[in-house]
């Protein structure tokens, strides 16, 4: 998978400032998303709320991963990735993924099985996507993952988790 930079420097300068960036962020709803990887580059998760689909022909998620995260490696040296959709029953869970907890006790803190692709699957998660990756670009400081679907598992009537204004947020049917 190839790998090109995007935003040229003459147009960042344009941008707005990152704070005020951010701030605007937290106003828009994002599911909760904890991400798994395995393979060559090891096992590693994070939590990501920057995961949106892309196409149903072929299906196809989009996830973005910092490239300075201690999860990073993992998911640039593999192609097996698990987009693991939490509720409320996980958001412990989803803290300890999005901190600086080590890949060891992050994954010890729930039950998984390993997806077509080899990805760890999240046992009980509202919905997970496991996936083979299609295509990596970067922009600025991440990786935009594109993804294939190969399997999709559900938890029926378990309720969403929707992280807002910097808090999370239950969503039920």
Known sequence: MSAQTLTPPEIAADL????????????????????????????????????????????????????????????????????????????????????????????AQAAWTRGASGAPVLDGAVVSFDCRVSLRQVVGTHEVIFAEVLGVQTAEDSPASAYWGRKFHELRV
């Open 16 to 107: 707005i400032d990152q704070a005020s960036f951010r701030d605007g962020m937290a106003r828009l709803a994002g599911a909760v998303n904890i991400v798994t990887t395995d393979g060559p580059g090891g096992r590693a998760g994070l939590t990501a709320s920057a995961v949106c689909s892309v196409t149903d022909t072929p299906p196809t998620l989009l996830v973005c991963v910092n490239r300075g995260s201690s999860a990073a490696p993992a998911f640039l040296a593999n192609d097996a990735i698990c987009i693991n959709t939490v509720g409320p029953a996980h958001q412990d869970l989803a803290m300890l993924f999005g901190g600086k907890t080590p890949m060891d006790d992050r994954f």
